[in-house]
């Protein structure tokens, strides 16, 4: 009898991260956005914060504020600040009222 786990299959995050870039490329040149400032990593950290830490739903909007928040402030804004901001009201009692 075998009594050994079976294998699962591999997830090759190389691959489907450069599936997710040439994704990120080609959607930014129909938007007219510089890819470089889509950090997919950061956006993972935020939605994963508001989706664990708030509610799932408003995971999506998080990154949603953040961009409009990004957009709106041109060339000064800081989305690491941005993201920080946003992060900050998961803890506090603004989502209470």
């Not at 992060?87 to 603004?94: A, I």
């Amino acid at each position: 009898m075998n009594t050994s786990i079976p294998s699962r299959p591999t997830h090759d995050l190389t691959v489907e991260q450069e599936r997710w870039n040439a994704w990120v490329r080609s959607t930014s040149d129909l938007l007219g956005i510089d890819p470089a400032v889509v950090d997919i990593s950061a956006i993972h950290d935020l939605t994963r914060t508001i989706a664990r830490e708030l509610d799932r739903p408003l995971a999506p909007v998080s990154s949603f504020m953040l961009g409009v928040a990004i957009g709106a402030r041109g060339a000064d804004a800081d989305p690491a600040a941005l993201t920080a901001l946003i992060e900050s009201t998961v803890h506090s009692d603004l989502h209470q009222r």
